[in-house]
């Protein structure tokens, strides 16, 4: 599964979103803001910050500034609250600390808080955008009081030099190897290679031939006259027949034969100032604040 990062547009002089979705499930990505995550009713999964969280009915979560995140509804009827809010909200008064867990321990009344910030911000009362930051931060001052922190530390710089690799990767894929990687991280390859796979729940080589396969796909339907083997070179497979392998197993066809509006069923890397939904089709916006963009 692969990285994207989300971009949020909000409205002018309003750091704030709200919405309420249906059967949640969404793409790995990232984003600069603050998600805070509450189960109405059902039950889902979270992966975030290397770990898989399930929540069920009243429990929250905590996506921190940066964090690569994902999330399935276990059922259709799950219906999930979720407030994001720009991070330098919080960062001149967090210092140097940061949640010791995604999971929150404790209750907090986001339901309550939810509904009075989807008022405020459909209201649009003068200062309405100062109001709901406001509000966010009222809230979040209860959760990093209640709840275990630690430094960040190394931890998020680490974090955005992974998210820097990314994006490295989203240009360079025809010719970056798993060494230049470790080395752009400054880890061992042995200790990248575990990193990788936590972080993201794939191997570095899975991770590639996504990005690659994706890549094929995209100059297979572009129109230009290119042959399939230079159309695998184009794309880093080194090999006509390695290129046929990889292109099957990621998509169920050869190269040959994929059909015209075939898209990869995962999301893949792009440069961080292209605006990215990761929400999937069978996810609904069943209310909010504004539209998502």
């Known amino acids: 599964m692969i990285a994207k990062r989300e971009v949020w547009n909000y409205a002018p002089s309003v ?3 709200v919405g309420k979705y249906k059967n949640s499930q969404n793409l790995l990505h990232w984003h600069y803001d603050c998600e805070l995550l509450y189960v109405e009713k059902g039950e889902i999964d979270v992966f975030c910050e290397r770990k898989m969280h399930t929540l069920v009915t009243g ?3 905590y ?3 940066g964090q690569v995140h ?9 219906t999930l609250i979720v407030i994001v809010f720009d991070y330098e909200t919080l960062r001149v008064h967090l210092g140097d600390v940061r949640l ?10 986001v339901p309550e808080i939810y509904r009075e910030l989807r008022d405020i911000l459909l209201r649009k009362q003068p200062f309405y955008g100062l109001e709901a930051a406001c509000k966010v931060m009222q809230l979040m001052l209860a959760v990093f009081r209640s709840e275990e922190v630690v430094p960040r530390g190394t931890t998020s710089q680490t974090s955005r030099r992974f998210m820097s690799l ?3 990767l989203s240009e360079k894929y025809a ?19 575990r990193y990788f796979r936590t972080t993201t729940g794939t191997t570095f080589s899975q991770y590639l031939n996504y990005v690659r396969t994706n890549r094929a796909i995209e100059l297979i339907h572009g129109g230009e006259d290119l042959s399939m083997t230079e159309i695998s070179l184009r ?5 006509i027949r390695n290129f046929n392998r990889i292109f099957r197993e990621l998509t169920g066809y050869s190269p040959k034969n994929i059909p015209p509006d075939y898209l990869i069923s995962d999301s893949f890397v792009y440069p961080s100032t292209a605006p990215f939904n990761p929400t999937l089709y069978d996810c609904e916006l069943i209310e909010a604040n504004a539209p998502r963009e």
């Open 166 to 168: 990314l994006e490295e």
């Open 70 to 78: 994902y999330m399935h509804a276990k059922d259709p009827s799950t």
């Open 63 to 65: 996506v921190d500034s």
């Open 59 to 61: 429990e929250m979560l």
């Open 175 to 193: 010719y970056y190897t798993f060494s230049d990687a470790a080395s752009f991280m400054g880890m061992s390859e042995s200790y990248f290679s």
């Open 235 to 239: 794309c880093g497979f080194g090999t």
């Open 15 to 17: 750091k704030v979103w």
């Open 100 to 109: 010791a867990s995604p999971k929150l321990a404790h209750s907090y009344p």
